[in-house]
């Protein structure tokens, strides 16, 4: 299972998005392998991935993917986090 | 690797500013002020926004500026703004902003370390509104849990 969380610059928002990701998937028991990525890398980042997790604002600029795009409202807010993972991942 | 230590200099409290460019530039001048960043970071961090969009706001009220790595990046730091009157980002949910968060960092890879830091003091709900209501810079520091920096003494504490 692999999981992308997706931000502009690759830094940042992305780093925090992976952080809490993990610890979601720990509360739902998945095993997952969260890669932070940028919107120049997603491309390569997201080619084998289930998942990718990203504010609304980056949608339009994923393009075409096979993954789930989930968009998260509050990075900071876990229960948000594990709930749209679990209907992702369920 | 924890959080770099938090100057008061990069702590702005209840600003008035008109627009999203404002509050991101008063983010970007305290990381100036702070020795973190030379002139053009704040540009950078404006420019991400123009280039994708407001995912910026990353919570309800919060804004985490930021660009990449650069020549401008004299060593990691983080500032803090909160704004009198709230303004918009352009973000679906998350808008108004009142607390922006400007984040400085010299590579990719020491940032993913201290951001779980981060994340352990903003997965705590109450905090950006606290923050929001704080009434001085030092407060800020305090909620945020934030070290001061070596050698920082009550003779360097702004005025309240």
């Not at chain 1, 952080?19 to 980042?45: C, F, H, P, Q």
Request: with cysteine; aromatic share 4%.
């Amino acid at each position: 299972m692999k999981i992308v969380a997706l931000c502009g610059v690759g830094i940042g928002t992305s780093a925090i998005l992976k952080v809490n990701a993990e610890r979601a998937l720990e509360r739902l028991d998945i095993e997952a392998d969260v890669t932070a990525a940028d919107i120049a890398s997603v491309k390569l980042a997201a080619a084998d991935a289930q998942v990718i997790l990203t504010s609304s604002e980056l949608v339009p600029s994923i393009g075409k993917t096979n993954a789930d795009v989930i968009v998260i409202d509050n990075f900071f807010d876990l229960d948000e986090l594990t709930a749209k993972l679990e209907i992702a991942l369920g | 690797m924890s959080l770099p230590p938090l100057p008061l200099d990069a702590i702005d409290v209840g600003l008035h500013v008109p627009d999203w460019r404002a509050a991101v530039g008063a983010a970007g001048a305290a990381l100036e002020r702070s020795g973190s960043t030379a002139p053009g970071y704040t540009e950078r961090m404006v420019a991400v926004i123009e280039e994708f969009g407001a995912y910026v706001v990353i919570a309800p009220g919060l804004a985490l500026a930021h660009a990449r790595p650069g020549p401008d990046v004299l060593t990691e730091g983080l500032s803090v703004v909160t704004l009198a009157e709230p303004v918009a980002f352009g973000h679906p949910h998350n808008d108004p902003v009142n607390v922006i968060l400007g984040l400085a960092v010299t590579t990719g890879d020491e940032h993913v370390h201290f951001v779980a830091e981060l994340a352990n003091i903003f997965n705590d709900s109450s905090i950006i509104p606290a923050l929001a209501a704080a009434p001085d810079a030092a407060s800020v520091r305090s909620l945020l849990g934030i070290a001061a920096p070596t050698g920082e003494d009550a003779s360097t504490e702004e005025p309240q």
